[in-house]
């Protein structure tokens, strides 16, 4: 589903933050990218949603088959690609659910799908809710305004349940979580495990993979994939931390 | 040395002034076969106005004493607008309707393309292009119906032309008196030169089942340039009023004075919104509409409301402060204004709330957006006079900026003179920032729809406050007049 080949970009200070990245996901695999503050993890996932402030220096990077970096990051989105931010940003007087609407009629849209009128949502919003074991007080609030670190990141796994993405990219979504927000986060994405759907989990903590189950683990490092492996890797880490990447770092 | 042409306009001037002066003798002038005042202002030309509508002595006397103090005044200099010198003797104060595009075929196409965007019906475009065409749509039979419902409750809707006739005495007893005649430069100007505009009274104890709307008057004679609206509550009577369409529209004037006078007596409450949509000028400002507004409105009785909500989004210049004088006991009074700036223009807006009674609240929300190279100031005037024992006034100021080219300042006055008054001022300025861009655009909206959906949240607070229809036509305008704002 994706396939990353050599991919190098730099900052707008002109330092080189990705020095050669490759990597591929298939449909139904959860991967997993740790590595040290700094290694360019969150850089990553922002050059695959399009985030601006990135410049592309080599590489490519497809996605189904077709070059993502050309498309723009609401084409990306539509087409499936969904970023669960590590911060998730504030949109004051905006309802949740009317954002949420929004996005899922613009995604549905461009599935040729029919928009959904306001009660046909809501139903889906309550079973989603049911599916994932939330509650139902974001609902009504301003995007993200005034959330706790939990509620904003309870609320990415929300939008990415009512999304429904092909590949999904969760930036730090462990970040800044006591241990009964990561439970019912980790739960979430679980839940969402599926066959036809990619997921790509980027963590700087071993504990979230106490709950998800990944079915590879790359470790990145200045820039650069230094380790792979299956989900022993993470106890290794976990056990030595990312001084054993010694001289590979 | 005289000119031929020269002697040619005295020669036009003597003629009006002829028929002036014989009109003047009688007090009514049935008949005048020239259809324009000459270029220029001067007591001729209100006599020569006055006569066209065939009004009373006693409003050709009040306009007179208009002028003559409007003679005494500058133009004010102190809003943060930078505008090109009017020559008030260029102009013609009054014409006949002038004949306008034949067909839509003639219209801009720009202008037909924005008609589109905000979903203007097909049979309503081509009144608002300015088409001549008899009867451009069916709202005759509307109005007529209309006008039967508000006359059973004793309401009176017309034109101000018509009240002038019809009403002569409740005109009288309230032309004025909430804005004098010499107020402000621009009111003197209108008082002296007024074209047409709106009446409304709604008689105690009724509340008016409707909203009054300029629209169904769109087929009347086009109010012009100097507009004049006055609305009346009488006790404990309701009236939520709407004035202008979110189509935008285009008139040859390039300056409009417009005032509005409002009276709520006691238990009395007035809801006046407006979406204000003048041409703007192309995108270096050429061409576009001045518009100079005095919007009051006097709660003259214990606990009287009046509440202004407005959208401002075209013109190239505004200058409008609807204010309220809280004259009875418990009165309150609002201001919820949204303005955008685009390209060159120009807006200084904001309100003036005056506490005079006991216990009298004020509520000012308003939010600017200024995008392009535009220029957006609040300017907002609280005062508490010493007799207004309690006073309350809360005022909040949203600024939000797109882009670095554009500017936003906010001029809050406060003068208190009685230590028991409350006065909240809350005063924000943001920008729409890239992370809440491609936050909306990660979740899969478009960039027109991202820039929308933020804008629309800033404002979320005004735009409650409109009636539902003209609410969701205002948040497709927000939209459409910040096209093309984001690169």
């Given at each position: 589903m994706l396939k990353i080949n050599n991919l190098h970009a730099k900052i707008a200070d002109g330092r080189?933050?990705?020095?050669g990245i490759d990597l591929a996901v298939a449909a139904g695999e959860v991967h997993a990218i740790m590595g040290p503050n700094g290694s360019g993890k969150s850089t990553l996932a922002g050059i695959l949603a399009g985030r601006p402030g990135y410049e592309v220096t080599a590489g490519s990077v497809s996605y189904e088959g077709r070059d993502l970096l050309a498309r723009s990051p609401d084409e990306r989105a539509r087409e499936g690609v969904f970023l669960a931010f590590q911060y998730p940003v504030e949109i004051p007087g905006v309802n949740n659910m009317y954002f949420l609407r929004a996005a899922l009629n613009a995604v549905r849209r461009h599935r040729g799908e029919s928009e959904l009128d306001a009660g046909q949502f809501l139903k889906a919003v309550r079973a989603k809710l049911k599916e994932l074991e939330i509650g139902d007080d974001l609902l009504q609030r301003g995007v993200n305004v005034g959330f706790s670190g939990g509620e904003k990141k309870r609320n990415e796994i929300f939008q990415m349940a009512m999304l429904e993405p092909k590949l999904a990219l969760l930036d730090e979504t462990d970040s800044g979580l006591d241990i009964d927000a990561l439970r019912l986060v980790a739960n979430g994405i679980n839940k969402l495990r599926s066959p036809s759907r990619a997921m790509v989990l980027i963590t700087h903590y071993q504990r979230l993979l106490d709950y998800v189950e990944p079915d590879r683990i790359h470790v990145l490092s200045q820039g650069k994939i230094v380790m792979s492996g299956d989900k022993s890797l993470a106890a290794e880490l976990e056990k030595h931390g990312y001084a054993m990447l010694g001289d590979a770092a | 040395m005289t000119s031929p042409d020269d002697r040619a306009e005295s020669d036009g001037i003597e003629t009006v002034r002829a028929f002036a002066n014989e009109g003047y003798k009688y007090g009514f002038v049935t008949d005048i076969e020239s259809d324009s005042a000459p270029p220029g202002l001067n007591e001729e030309t209100v006599r020569f106005i006055s006569a066209k509508k065939q009004e009373p002595q006693w409003l050709l006397k009040w306009r007179l004493e208009a002028f003559r103090h409007w003679q005494t005044m500058e133009s004010p200099e102190w809003a943060k607008l930078q505008i090109a010198p009017i020559d008030y003797q260029a102009a013609s104060y009054y014409s006949a309707p002038k004949q306008g595009p034949k067909s839509l075929d003639e219209v801009d196409p720009e202008l037909l393309k924005t008609y589109e965007k905000l979903g203007i019906p097909l049979s309503e475009r081509a009144a608002l292009a300015g088409v001549a065409v008899d009867a451009v749509f069916d709202s005759v039979s509307v109005a007529t119906t209309f006008k039967a419902k508000l006359a059973e409750l004793g309401i009176i809707f017309c034109s101000f032309g018509e009240a002038v006739r019809e009403h002569p005495d409740l005109v009288k007893k309230y032309l004025g008196t909430v804005v004098p005649q010499g107020d402000n430069f621009f009111a003197a100007l209108n008082s002296a030169v007024f074209s047409d505009g709106s009446f409304a009274y709604v008689p105690p104890g009724v509340r008016c089942p409707m909203e009054l709307s300029t629209y169904f008057r769109i087929n009347a004679a086009k109010s012009g340039q100097f507009e004049r609206t006055l609305l009346i509550c009488d006790k404990g009577s309701y009236v939520s009023y709407l004035e202008g369409c979110t189509a935008p529209q285009r008139d040859e004037n390039q300056l409009h004075a417009a005032v509005v006078e409002l009276i709520a007596l006691e238990d009395g409450e007035i809801k006046y919104s407006t979406v204000q949509n003048w041409y703007p000028g192309d995108a270096e400002g050429r061409g576009g509409i001045y518009n100079f507004v005095t919007k009051r409105g006097a709660c003259r009785g214990a606990r009287a409301k009046i509440s202004w909500t407005q959208v401002e989004t075209g013109s190239a210049i505004t200058w409008k402060y609807p204010s309220c004088l809280l004259e009875g006991d418990d009165s309150v009074g609002a201001f919820y204004s949204v303005a955008i700036t685009n390209n060159r223009q120009q807006a200084d807006t904001g309100t003036k709330m005056i506490h005079l009674g006991r216990n009298t609240s004020s509520t000012i929300i308003s939010k600017g957006i200024s995008a392009g190279r535009g220029q957006n100031t609040y300017r907002g005037l609280v005062r508490v006079q010493p007799k207004a024992q309690n006073a309350r006034n809360y005022t909040q100021c949203d600024s939000l900026l797109i882009g670095d080219r554009c500017g936003a300042h906010t001029v809050p006055y406060i003068e208190v003179r009685n230590p028991s008054a409350r006065v909240e001022h809350e005063a924000t300025t943001s920008k729409i920032s890239d992370d809440q861009m491609f936050y909306c655009q990660q979740r899969g909206l478009s960039k027109e729809d991202a820039l929308s959906l933020i804008v629309n949240g800033f404002c979320r607070e005004v735009l409650k406050e409109l009636p539902m229809e003209f609410a969701v036509e205002a948040q497709k305008l927000l939209a459409v007049s910040l096209e093309g704002s984001v690169g």
């Open positions: 080189e933050i990705l020095k | -």
